[in-house]
């Protein structure tokens, strides 16, 4: 026992399987959706062709799946656990879309909307993810929801802001629809303009939800001079998505990194726009926007120009003609900041017709009064509860954008849920702090010896890429939609890499006989017995390198022999093997599902 | 038993030895054993064992008999030579097999039915030969794959599953081959792999026949209370002697240890065991004392374990027979039919 005993000194004690947050972690992806939808539980549900049923799972905790199979940022891909066994992740987004594609009729499934209120009056302004994700939580409640927007439809920047040839019209209509459908009060084409009169029309709670919606603008010489070729991207965009602009001039620079800077420049090339460059101050690596969206633009044939700052707006009796550039190379100090220094060669000249400025968003509250009660942070941010989302009136709630600077959707959709709560506990008089836990179920999957009731038999396929459409077709429209899904063989091919990490191996030390099959077998090594001993150094003790600390450890009771056994989480593959070899049952494979819950259900403190 | 072959992917920081390897290089097909087999275990530490002395796959021959233990080459070294023989015939076939390619590695993988009973006569004849080989046996005092009958290892007085005590000697193949003569011979456990591997990695470097009875719970038929081959049993009677450390260079002492704690023995081929005394008295270079202690702990009940014997100068059959250095089936046609010449000379040195 490596004279070390049994149990050893400052050992780690067992794994507490009974805190939901335990196996909630295993689940990658689960835990890294801000709104923690089940994912392998609707991949699952794809596999077995029940469309339906899987876009119900999503549409319970992301209220726009169809939308967000298209757009979302999938912060669950980078987490996802097929991505440290080999090269690349589930592609969990795009088989969230092939639910919403191929579900049926699906509007009999959505909660009832009570004939008789609760008496509650909520605002909500802004008709964005966040806000609509608020009425979806509370309509069902009775509660009367009252949604202002300046837009004249809702949807907010899903609306305004994404081209149609990544999120065709259709699919926000039929999304947004069905909420607007529970009976939403709508206030459209109205911008509010004091949140004084909201309040003061006597509504129990208000959720703002008005987004981060002032583009940056570059202040440089010449931009007055030649401001009708000059323009702020989101303003721009929206312009296109509204139909109010038609066409771009052919020689197009968008300035900036990020998302919507890969928008314009898409954009700019379907309106008319053949030579479209994007101008980078930062380098490739280091720009916001992802991966995917880089690679979308290079394929469409749009250059990326990197370590260019802009200097200045060149123009000609009052029309721009074109831009100048500064040369810089990153350098990194000793604490690894960076800085953009001059190389010292002469400045850069491109030449164009228009420019997009993509340079950032900001937050604005013009419309909100200090006397409200609504205090902001130095940088201009509301001060919020980070939990309850509570501003310092205890009647206005925020969330997604508004709430803490520019994000995504599905981020303002998990704000959303979390403000319903809030204000359906502030309306009822109960603790806004108090939260209600998530639901939990746990069910093995055994059916016979080696029979489970989740296909444990691991595919090796690699990731397989969503077909496009002509590029001769996609770059001639603004609203032909360049992605086109995976076919039902495709989907259910790319559904079987999913290592079902919900499926949970859960052991029980008092059957365990110390055989050592389960360690033997494990593809991945992940299970030794050993003598126990602090975190650090048992991970040096391991079969096989632990070396990612972000994953867990999972240790049993002690042993007979004194020993424990320590499963490392981190690339297990949820193949049940250990079960099955085991000749005791002291594995045993649980489905684990968690549901986060929403406003209104169950486990009310009184 | 799974139906499902083990998932291609393996640990992506899984560590490849000399040749580029990783463990999974060694594996075989799919066990077919029951769920918790010390089998299964005693596989496991072989496919440690020739990844940890980075040995080609290709320049191994296992060889094994009939039953449970015997089916096992098929689940390690899937890239090795491999002979399945009839019940209780794996020594004289790797005999065979060992004089026509001296080259090669040998593995004889037997169970104690396989051993004990139908082929006692081989075992005997192979380790009194010192045919150069590794020789484990996996003993689980039970014949496993007919279904769990006695055999000849089971001792005295030990219960079957159905309650029915044992009223024959057991054999301990163990003190056999020390009295035969074998230049190695350790004792262990499927269930402790520390100590196993290291036991396995020094057998497969020496020189002349090495042993290992490597007792192995039957999970289906002897893992019993009243069976002295379950896991409990060995678990609570182990009396290891010491604990072994298996160097093909020989490396610097980090650890201390007392005087006479340590001893270190180096074989033929340079590989140095260094031995961590867990019994003072022990002196694993005295066979006539190694065959004592055997007596002695087994009357007590105990289940003596780790490298009881070893003789690091050993010579083997090759020696014996004086034949050439050059394995006999890579001899050319000239070498091996010499002609009427020769052929007279030798008659005439014989008359
Ligand atoms: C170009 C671009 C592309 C993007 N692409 C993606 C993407 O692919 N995936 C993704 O996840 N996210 C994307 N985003 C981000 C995403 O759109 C937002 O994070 C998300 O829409 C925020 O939701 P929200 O509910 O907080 O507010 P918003 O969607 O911004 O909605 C706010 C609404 O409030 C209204 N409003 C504001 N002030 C007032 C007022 N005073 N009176 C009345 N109405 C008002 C606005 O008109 C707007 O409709 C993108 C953003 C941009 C700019
Ligand atoms: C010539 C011959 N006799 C009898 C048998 C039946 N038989 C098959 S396996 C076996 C005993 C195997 O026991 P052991 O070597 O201990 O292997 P285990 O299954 O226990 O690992 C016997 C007697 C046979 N296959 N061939
Ligand atoms: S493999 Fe499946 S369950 Fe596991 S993290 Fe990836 S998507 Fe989630
Ligand atoms: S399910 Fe069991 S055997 Fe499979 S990888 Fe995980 S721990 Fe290993
Ligand atoms: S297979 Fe089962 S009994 Fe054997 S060591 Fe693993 S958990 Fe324990
Ligand atoms: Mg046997």
Redesign the pocket.
């Given at each position: 026992m490596d004279g070390r005993g049994p149990g050893g000194v400052g050992g780690v004690p067992p794994t507490d399987i009974r805190n939901p947050d335990y196996f909630h972690k295993v689940v990658d992806c689960q835990w890294a959706c801000p709104a923690h939808t089940p994912v392998p539980e609707y991949i699952r549900l794809i596999a077995a062709g029940r469309y339906s049923d899987a876009y119900m799972v999503n549409w319970k905790s992301n209220v726009f799946p169809g939308i967000?199979g298209?757009?979302?940022?999938r912060p669950c891909e980078p987490a996802c656990r097929r991505g440290r066994v080999e090269d690349e992740p589930v592609a969990i987004c795009r088989l969230k879309r092939v639910a919403a594609d191929n579900k049926d009729d699906i509007r009999h499934r959505l909660p009832a909307i009570p004939a008789v209120k609760n008496g509650k009056r909520v605002a909500l302004?802004?008709?964005?993810?966040?806000?609509?994700?608020v009425a979806r939580d509370l309509m069902p409640l009775g509660y009367h929801c009252t949604v202002?927007?300046?837009?004249q439809r809702?949807?907010?920047?899903?609306?305004?802001?994404?081209?149609r040839f990544?999120?065709p019209e259709e699919v926000i209509d039929e999304e947004v629809g069905y909420i607007t459908g529970m009976g939403v009060e709508l206030r459209l084409g109205?911008?509010?303009?004091s949140l004084q009169a909201i309040l003061d029309e006597g509504f129990d709670a208000v959720f703002v939800?008005?987004?981060?919606?002032r583009?940056k603008d570059l202040d440089l010489p010449g931009r007055r001079e030649a401001a009708a070729n000059i323009h702020v991207?989101?303003d721009w965009?929206s312009s296109v998505s509204f139909g109010h602009v038609e066409r771009i001039g052919r020689r197009v620079i968008v300035l900036g990194g990020g998302?919507?800077a890969?928008?314009?420049c898409r954009s700019a090339r379907r309106l008319g726009g053949d030579e479209v460059k994007v101008v980078v101050r930062s380098g490739y690596d280091e720009m916001k926007a992802s991966p995917w969206?880089k690679e979308d633009a290079t394929h469409e044939g749009i250059p990326i120009l990197n370590f260019m700052v802009p200097k200045e707006f060149l123009h000609e009796g009052g029309r721009l003609t074109g831009m100048l550039f500064e040369r810089v190379r990153a350098e990194y100090d000793e604490r690894g900041r960076r800085s953009l220094v001059p190389t010292g060669e002469p400045d850069e000249r491109i030449d164009c017709d228009d420019v997009l400025v993509?340079v950032g968003?900001e937050n604005?509250?013009?419309?909100i009064e200090r006397e409200t009660g609504v205090e902001f942070d130095r940088w201009g941010l509301p001060k919020l509860d980070p939990v309850t989302f509570q501003a310092t009136n205890p009647r206005v709630f925020f969330?997604?954008?508004?709430?803490f600077g520019?994000?995504?959707?599905?981020?303002?959709v998990a704000?959303?849920h979390e403000a319903a709560i809030s204000i359906d506990r502030f309306c009822r008089g109960e603790d806004v702090a108090e939260r209600p836990p998530p639901g939990v179920e746990t069910s093995s999957q055994k059916m016979g010896i080696h029979e489970w009731s989740y296909d444990n038999d691991i595919s090796a396929d690699l990731r397989f890429r969503v077909p496009w459409a002509e590029p001769e077709k996609t770059l001639r429209s603004i609203s032909v939609e360049v992605e086109l899904g995976f076919d039902a063989r495709t989907a259910f091919a790319e559904a079987q890499r999913c290592l079902n990490c919900d499926v949970q191996t859960v052991f029980t030390a008092q059957l365990c006989i110390e055989c050592d099959a389960c360690a033997d077998i494990c593809p991945v090594d992940c299970i030794t017995f050993t003598a126990n001993g602090p975190e650090a150094e048992l991970r040096g003790r391991l079969n096989a390198p632990s070396v990612n600390l972000t994953q867990a450890l999972y240790l049993s009771e002690d042993l007979k022999t004194g020993r424990v056994m320590v499963k490392d989480e981190d690339v297990c593959l949820h193949c049940g093997l250990c079960a099955e070899r085991c000749p005791t049952g002291a594995w045993d494979m649980q489905k684990f599902l968690l549901e986060m819950t929403h406003a209104g259900h169950a486990c009310r403190s009184h | 038993m799974t139906y499902l072959a083990k998932p291609r992917f393996h640990h992506p920081k899984l560590p490849t030895n000399a040749l580029g390897y990783t463990r999974r290089d060694y594996e075989g097909a799919v066990s077919t054993l029951c769920a918790g087999c010390g089998h299964d275990s005693i596989s496991a530490a072989i496919i440690q064992a020739c990844f940890e002395l980075d040995l080609p796959p290709h320049r191994i021959a296992k060889l094994s008999g009939i039953g449970c233990s015997s089916k096992t080459p098929t689940y390690f070294l899937g890239a090795s030579h491999g002979f399945n023989s009839v019940h209780g015939r794996m020594p004289s076939v790797l005999t065979g097999a060992n004089l026509a390619n001296r080259d090669l590695v040998y593995l004889g993988v037997s169970g104690d039915g396989d051993s004990a009973s139908i082929g006692l006569g081989q075992f005997a004849h192979s380790i009194r030969r010192a045919v150069n080989m590794l020789y484990i046996v996996e003993n689980n005092g039970v014949y496993g794959l007919t279904k769990g009958q006695f055999s000849a290892t089971a001792d005295k007085g030990s219960l079957s599953k159905r309650g029915v005590a044992n009223h024959d000697e057991p054999i301990d193949l163990a003190s056999m081959a020390l009295l035969l003569g074998a230049s190695f011979v350790a004792r262990s456990f499927s269930g402790d792999k520390e100590q196993l591997v290291p036991l396995i990695k020094a057998a497969l470097r020496h020189k002349g026949a090495a042993f290992i009875d490597c007792i192995s719970p039957c999970v289906a038929f002897n893992n019993h209370p009243g069976s002295t081959k379950s896991f409990d049993f060995v678990r609570e009677h182990n009396d290891a002697v010491n604990r072994l450390d298996v160097m093909v260079e020989r490396a610097p002492i980090e650890t201390e240890y007392a005087p006479g704690e340590l001893v270190e023995v180096t074989q033929h081929d340079g590989t140095v065991l260094r031995l961590r005394k867990l019994d003072a008295t022990y002196d694993p270079r005295d066979r006539g004392a190694a065959m004592a202690y055997l007596q002695q702990q087994s009357a007590k009940g105990e289940v003596v374990t780790g490298l009881l014997f070893v003789d690091p100068e050993a010579a083997d059959l090759h020696d014996a027979l004086s034949t050439v250095a050059t394995p006999l089936n890579a001899l050319d046609d000239a070498a091996l039919v010499p002609g009427a010449k020769a052929l007279d000379k030798l008659n005439a040195s014989l008359r």
């Open positions: 967000l298209r757009t979302c940022d302004v802004g008709a964005g993810p966040a806000a609509l994700t202002f927007d300046r837009d809702a949807g907010g920047m899903i609306r305004s802001q994404i081209p990544r999120l109205q911008e509010v303009r939800g008005t987004g981060a919606p583009g991207g989101i965009l998302n919507t890969m928008d314009c969206e993509a968003q604005a509250f013009p419309w969330g997604g954008d508004s709430a520019p994000k995504n959707i599905i981020w303002a704000h959303g | -």
